[in-house]
């Protein structure tokens, strides 16, 4: 079955760009979403086909996907946005993958 | 407001059945297939299958099959995940989402399961 990589943990200072990357055999093939989940709460969609952004989810929230890797960014990152994210993709076939999450900390 | 609401955390003994419930709102539920995922503590997300409300057409991620069972009642646009004999390695809280083509647009806000 298909596998994504991330990251462990990703630490950014606020005000700065996170970049939270989810590699994958030709991922740039497929379509990437994100999910931010917060500590105690359920899972949020913050991107969807690599590039779009839910209502209501900030503009400071974007995604790329090329080749190997697909990248969402956060910028002028605040405290709020300290949480694990995680890449999803539908593999083609029956499956849909998660990636095993990116920490993302808020120095 | 599209929302999905799940039944509220259980305690069990291994070897219990369980059943867990996913209520949907504000949506044609028959048109978009819901998905179970399990989280274990301070792990990540998985998923353990998907089913389409229209038909009752359920498929399971491998190392999910035959350890569960996911069904839905459209007349009450509910969606269930339910265990026959559960096994302290079902502790964790499970999540029911929305599918929205190939992504999770809605989530539940997620069921506590513990068995000792």
């Known amino acids: 079955s298909y596998v994504l990589t991330q990251s462990p943990s990703v630490s950014v200072a606020p005000g700065k760009t996170a970049m939270i990357t989810c590699g994958g055999d030709?991922?740039?093939?497929?379509?990437v979403h994100w999910y931010q989940q917060k500590p105690g709460q359920a899972p949020v969609l913050v991107i969807y086909?690599?590039?779009d952004r839910p209502s209501g989810i900030p503009e400071r929230f974007s995604g790329s996907n090329s080749g190997t890797t697909a990248t969402l960014s956060i910028s002028r990152v605040e405290a709020g946005d300290e949480a694990d994210y995680y890449c999803?993709?539908?593999?083609?076939?029956?499956?849909?993958?998660f990636g095993p999450g990116t920490k993302v900390t808020v120095l | 407001e599209v929302q999905l609401v799940q039944s509220g955390a259980e305690v069990k003994k291994s070897g219990e059945s369980l059943k867990i419930s996913c209520e949907t709102s504000?949506?044609?539920?028959?048109?978009?297939?819901i998905a179970w995922v399990r989280q274990r503590p301070g792990k990540g997300l998985e998923l353990m299958g998907v089913?389409?409300?229209?038909?009752?057409?359920?498929r399971y991620s491998p190392s999910f099959q035959g350890q569960v069972t996911i069904s839905v009642d459209k007349f009450i646009a509910t969606a269930f995940l339910q265990w026959s004999r559960l096994q302290a390695s079902d502790s964790a809280m499970y999540y029911c989402?929305?599918?929205?083509?190939?992504?999770?647009?809605?989530w539940g806000q997620g069921t506590l399961v513990t068995v000792s």
């Open positions: 989402a929305r599918l929205q083509r190939r992504y999770f647009d809605h």
């Open positions: 504000d949506y044609d539920f028959a048109n978009y297939w």
């Open positions: 089913i389409d409300p229209y038909d009752s057409d359920a």
């Open positions: 030709n991922i740039g093939l497929k379509s």
């Open positions: 086909y690599d590039t």
């Open positions: 999803q993709v539908w593999d083609g076939t029956r499956d849909y993958v």
